[in-house]
């Protein structure tokens, strides 16, 4: 009975064991459920975040997108102007200072006292004016004396010859006579030549300077007392490139701006070419005339000198409607409806228009205004269309670099 109660205890016993075992792994099992409850929460900010940036990037991304597709949808509004054969005229540019036709600094050759001025600061005067006078006492003295003498003389020659044709003087006497009077009417030409020139007299008409002396001062010779120019035409000189030599000549066109008067131009003409080109710089230089009848121009002005070197017709693009690409030059045409990018081959330029060399035909409209909008197969609107400038007037292209 003790056996068998113990028996039945070892019976018992097994599953009191599994029940523990069970209990103890049923105990176990709820800190690893909480593990990885807390493994999540501590990733969940991580996914929030890749979440977030997910949405922004599709965010950014798909405007621009719908942009990039619309882009290409919609419609263009684009100005045309046409493909015109019209006058291109070619020159080449100098600079240059401007001169009188006639200039002199006015002096005195003898020195004297100032007796009298006969001009004011700037005044216009005709050839042979009476400037300043000097002091000529002494010379109208000297003058008179001589005419006294010659006088004389020229009497007392007359009788010796006279005695000389009756034989009753000497031939000698008369040669002696002769040489006398002669030598007084040398002293006499002398002393009217010194009298004239104590009057200071204006050698050409033209424009006077400022007055350098005032009536009494005593003045040496050489000083200066004022100076003349002759306005009415101005000469300006200037230095062109030797390749040019051939494409220049006398009586050839320029044309001079000064920045006193932007909006004037003065025409003139090629009066000389230098015979030699320097040999330090390759140029020649060249002078050019400008009638100035207004007195707008004065010497010393800086001038810039535009040459005519020819005229022709050809034809001609605003430059805004040429597209560069690379070492390409394009336009954009319109048919139906449609932009249409044709490459062109472009020539010579002058600010604002080029020259169409081949790719176009006159009357061709092309696009002036919207081309930078445009690609090639956009759909186009035309709004307007202009008329170039260059079918109204001519346009100068630069044939070298400035001087």
């Known amino acids: 009975m003790f056996v068998h109660n113990y028996a039945k205890k070892r019976t018992i016993s097994p599953p009191f064991t599994t029940l523990s075992e069970n209990h103890f792994m049923s105990n176990k099992s709820v800190p690893t459920a909480t593990s990885k409850s807390s ?20 965010y950014l991304q798909w405007p621009e997108a719908e942009t990039q597709k619309s882009k290409y949808k919609r419609v263009v ?23 009188a036709n006639e200039q002199v600094v006015i002096t005195s050759k003898y020195s004297d006292l100032v007796d009298a001025i006969y001009f004011d600061d ?37 009788r010796l010859t006279e005695l000389l044709s009756s034989s009753a ?21 002398s002393a009217n030549a010194k009298l004239n020139d104590l009057t200071i007299r204006a050698p050409f008409a033209g424009v006077l300077g400022f007055r350098e002396v005032s009536k009494g001062a005593y003045i040496d010779a050489g000083d200066v007392i004022t100076s003349l120019d002759d306005l009415s035409i101005i000469k300006v000189d200037f230095h062109l490139p030797e390749r040019l030599l051939t494409h220049i000549h006398v ?25 030699r080109i320097d040999s330090s710089t390759r140029s020649i230089k060249v002078r050019a005339i400008i009638s100035n009848k207004a007195l707008k121009l004065h010497p010393g002005m800086l001038l810039n000198i535009s040459v005519l070197l020819q005229v022709e017709n050809i034809l001609q693009l605003p430059e805004s409607t040429i597209i560069p690409i690379e070492n390409a ?3 954009f045409l319109e048919s139906e409806g449609k932009a249409v990018r044709k490459a062109i081959k472009i020539g010579r330029r002058h ?3 080029v020259e169409v060399v081949s790719g176009l035909e006159e009357g061709d409209n092309v696009v ?4 930078l909008k445009l690609r090639d197969g956009s759909d186009v609107s035309i709004i307007g269309q202009e008329e170039a400038d260059t079918e109204e007037k001519s346009v100068t292209a630069k044939a070298g670099s400035k001087n």
């Open 39 to 58: 493994s999540f929460t501590s990733r969940l900010p991580l996914f929030i975040i890749v979440a977030i940036l997910v949405a922004l990037i599709t």
């Open 77 to 99: 509004a684009v100005k045309m102007v046409p493909v015109v054969l019209a006058e291109f005229i070619e020159s080449v540019e100098a600079v240059g200072t401007a001169r």
């Open 122 to 158: 700037g005044q216009s005067v005709k050839k042979g004016a009476v400037l300043v006078k000097l002091n000529n006492q002494e010379e109208v003295a000297k003058v008179n004396e001589l005419t006294a003498n010659l006088s004389e003389s020229q009497a007392h020659l007359k």
């Open 169 to 189: 003087t000497s031939k000698s006497l008369v040669e002696q006579q002769e040489a006398k009077t002669k030598a007084i009417e040398a002293q006499l030409v």
């Open 251 to 275: 009586g050839q066109q320029v044309t001079a701006v000064n920045s006193a008067y932007r909006n004037k131009e003065f025409i003139g003409k090629i009066s000389a070419i230098d015979s």
């Open 329 to 331: 030059h394009y336009v």
């Open 351 to 353: 600010p604002g228009v």
């Open 368 to 371: 002036v205004e919207g081309a």
